[in-house]
């Protein structure tokens, strides 16, 4: 069997790692040996020394332009096939993560692409009316200058469910001129390495001002080195990650934190004519299947109205068959023992109520757990095991069915919307005011767009303080100009 030897960290050139750790996961003909660092806070204490340093004297002196420039060009080696990191990746997050090898593939190359210049450009114009005041004091509409001005460094805290999501948080970071230390997990530690590697293929200075390391959550002597060294701390992972981590942030310090929300659909009779229904199935069992629910951004309950060619229960029938042929395409693989025990109970809880209420039903995977359909005659609100198990919710009219949600309000994110043109703007209205904060296509669920208000807040803005320069100052200043008379 090969041994195939890969450092799952990153730190700037100048920095030695003196002790390594050793993980070892084998598959079918290779034998994956990941190195990890074994650190104390003084090594963390030295790593953002370091890094923050390498910012101040290289990134914080680079145009925004530039930065965009030199992100898009390590991201353009990713949009080729035989790019030899891309295959790393391809070849190795399915053997970590236990995910499909071809829905890693095809994820992995659309996720990528968000990170493209025009992308990138247009998440800047999205939050800056001036993205310059990035890089200078620029006009205000009001009067004055303005000029915006990053963390010095900021900590990331990423979750390893879903493969490369870090990347979105170490852009942001680039973006605002901030270096960085990212924590990551050992569910899926590779792509962040990775993308530095790139990253350094550009500009071997830039990627100096990042940090990638993994460590056990929860380790105070290497966490709270890093809080305290940051900046900024921008967190992602379950609830109680972010409420652990959030304890232990200075009052005063800027905290980002991305924790536990819940995404649904809504269909409306529209979506359900004889020439629309199969697609909008078939789109909504792609967002459920995909990253087997993990992320946020996936519905785990559907509201389909009734009126349509397809009733609810023939939807919610249909919607298990394409389940079944998403896990023949793409299986869901292996899930722990707790997860699988949490499907089961799913099950059983519904089968046994399904048994006194024939408003009740569950279509399921036999033999196994790869997914579950659980009906329901009646509207209601609960969230799922994951895994690829969603409730769906047979509705007279969407609207009513709304204030089901409303008690969910601060767990809210993504719906997945198919109805009518001229139900948008009131479905809209009723959601946003529920909490939802992103209403997308059925069969996009999972894909954010760049420039989105991700939670409901800004990106880029929630990390930069603003500088003023009043205008009375500028007119202030003139007298002291020797040449004016």
């Not at 359900?272 to 789109?283: F, G, K, V, W």
Request: charged share 25%; aromatic share 10%.
């Amino acid at each position: 069997m090969e041994n195939v030897e890969l450092r799952i960290y990153w730190v700037p050139k100048s920095i030695e790692i003196r002790k390594e750790g050793e993980q070892r996961i084998d598959c079918e003909k290779t034998s994956f040996v990941f190195k990890y660092p074994i650190l104390d806070g003084e090594d963390i204490e030295r790593i953002a020394r370091e890094v923050s340093s390498n910012r101040d004297n290289y990134l914080f002196t680079l145009s925004i332009n530039e930065i965009v420039e030199k992100i898009d060009q390590a991201v353009q080696k990713w949009l080729h096939p035989d790019y030899p990191l891309r295959q790393l990746a391809e070849k190795v997050i399915p053997v970590i993560t236990g995910y499909d090898a071809e829905m890693v593939r095809l994820e992995l190359k659309q996720y990528i692409r968000m990170f493209r210049k025009k992308e990138l450009l247009r998440f800047l114009e999205e939050e800056f009316d001036n993205p310059a005041m990035l890089d200078e004091f620029r006009p205000r509409k009001s009067g004055g200058m303005s000029k915006a001005f990053g963390p010095t460094s900021i900590f990331h805290v990423f979750s390893g469910n879903v493969p490369g999501v870090q990347i979105w948080s170490l852009v942001m970071g680039m973006l605002v001129k901030s270096a960085a230390i990212g924590k990551s997990s050992m569910s899926e530690p590779l792509f962040p390495v990775l993308f530095a590697q790139s990253l350094a293929e550009v500009d071997e200075k830039l990627a100096d001002t990042i940090a990638i390391l993994p460590w056990k959550g929860g380790t105070s002597e290497l966490e709270e080195p890093a809080i305290q060294s940051a900046e900024a701390v921008i967190v992602y992972g379950s609830q109680e990650t972010v409420e652990k981590v959030r304890e232990k942030v200075p009052v005063g310090k800027k905290v980002l934190s991305y924790g536990h929300k819940i995404s649904f659909a809504m269909v409306g009779r529209e979506a359900l004519t004889p020439d629309h229904y199969y697609e909008t199935i078939y789109n909504l069992a792609k967002d459920i299947s995909v990253y087997n629910q993990q992320s946020c951004m996936t519905p785990q309950s559907v509201y389909v109205e009734k009126g349509g060619a397809v009733n609810p229960v023939q939807f919610a029938q249909m919607l298990a068959s394409e389940l079944n042929r998403y896990n023949i395409k793409h299986p869901r693989g292996k899930v722990s023992d707790e997860e699988a025990m949490s499907i089961l109970r799913f099950r059983n809880r519904y089968q046994m109520q399904a048994f006194e209420n024939e408003g009740i039903s569950v279509y399921a995977s036999a033999g196994n757990t790869s997914y579950t359909v659980v009906y329901h005659d009646e509207a209601g609100f609960e969230g799922s095991p994951l895994n690829r198990s969603v409730h769906v919710y047979s509705v007279e009219t969407l609207e009513k069915s709304l204030p089901f949600i409303k008690s969910f309000r601060m767990y809210l994110q993504s719906c997945g919307l198919a109805v009518a043109p001229d139900r948008l703007f009131k479905m809209a209205d009723l959601l946003g005011s529920f909490g939802v904060n992103r209403i997308c296509t059925i069969g996009s669920m999972n894909q954010a767009k760049a420039g989105w208000h991700h939670d409901g807040g800004f990106n880029l803005l929630d990390l930069v303080k603003m500088t003023d320069i009043e205008r009375d100052v500028e007119q202030y200043l003139e007298r002291f100009d020797p040449d004016v008379e």
